[in-house]
């Protein structure tokens, strides 16, 4: 069975631009989360889609968004990137309960210049 | 003050030993602990799980937790170097079921 799949694993940008990332759950699982790593914060919680709604959204600013397709796939945005944005965002996938495992990708580790 | 809060260490803890890593929370409306580790440079990935009051053992861990005093632990005994990583405590609140990660405590076995 597939694990997550994340891509790209690394990402290049300069402050202003927009970056689009993607996620791929593992097979079956209907919900996805995404969170941002910085050594300094830890992991902080964005979103949660389950069944292409938004179930929970983390204190991000409105630069950030998300969405979820039918096939449960879903992919991060964020628009007008900043220096403080360089991060490990990571994915994860679980069926939906709040209860359960996460299962989690390798991450976008997104650098922003 | 972070709805989860450990502390980042490092610590470090001689092969053999146990390692005791601790959690508190704030917000009472946690019901649902877990215990990640991560290996520097990898994704996390889930060690433990708890729920109730009390010690839950799964081979060399036992996680501890104790909703009175809104605290959470993980014992490792008889630590291995492969056991050295970050390790996150994590809390789920039970009315909005967003889950909470610390930021981590990093453990360092030495040999």
């Known amino acids: 069975k597939a694990g997550v799949t994340q891509t790209p694993r690394y990402l290049i940008k300069t402050r202003g631009q927009q970056v689009t990332l993607s996620c791929s759950p593992i097979?079956?699982?209907?919900?996805v989360s995404w969170y941002q790593q910085t050594p300094g914060q830890g992991l902080q919680f964005l979103f949660e889609?389950?069944?292409?709604?938004?179930?929970n959204k983390g204190n991000f600013p409105g630069r950030f968004s998300g969405r979820q397709f039918s096939n449960s796939r879903s992919e991060m945005n964020v628009s007008t990137l900043e220096l403080g944005d360089s991060a490990l965002y990571l994915c994860?996938?679980?069926?939906?309960?709040?209860?359960?495992?996460?299962?989690f990708g390798s991450g976008t580790q997104l650098s922003v210049l | 003050q972070k709805e989860v809060e450990q502390n980042s260490g490092p610590l470090s803890v001689p092969e053999g030993a146990i390692a005791s890593l601790n959690c508190t929370y704030s917000?009472?409306?946690?019901?649902?602990f877990f215990w990640y580790r991560q290996y520097s440079g990898k994704s996390p990935e889930l060690i433990m799980s708890?729920?109730?009051?009390g010690d839950k053992e799964d081979g060399r861990f036992t996680a501890q937790l104790n909703k009175a005093s809104q605290y959470v632990s993980l014992l490792i005994r008889d630590s291995q170097p492969s056991d050295s990583a970050t390790y996150l405590c994590?809390?789920?609140?039970?009315?909005?079921?967003?889950?909470?990660f610390g930021t981590g405590t990093r453990l360092t076995i030495i040999p």
């Open positions: 097979s079956g699982h209907r919900s």
């Open positions: 917000d009472r409306g946690s019901q649902s």
């Open positions: 889609y389950f069944s292409e709604t938004q179930r």
């Open positions: 994860a996938s679980s069926r939906g309960q709040s209860n359960e495992k996460l299962f």
């Open positions: 708890i729920y109730s009051n």
């Open positions: 994590a809390a789920v609140n039970i009315l909005n079921e967003k889950l909470t």
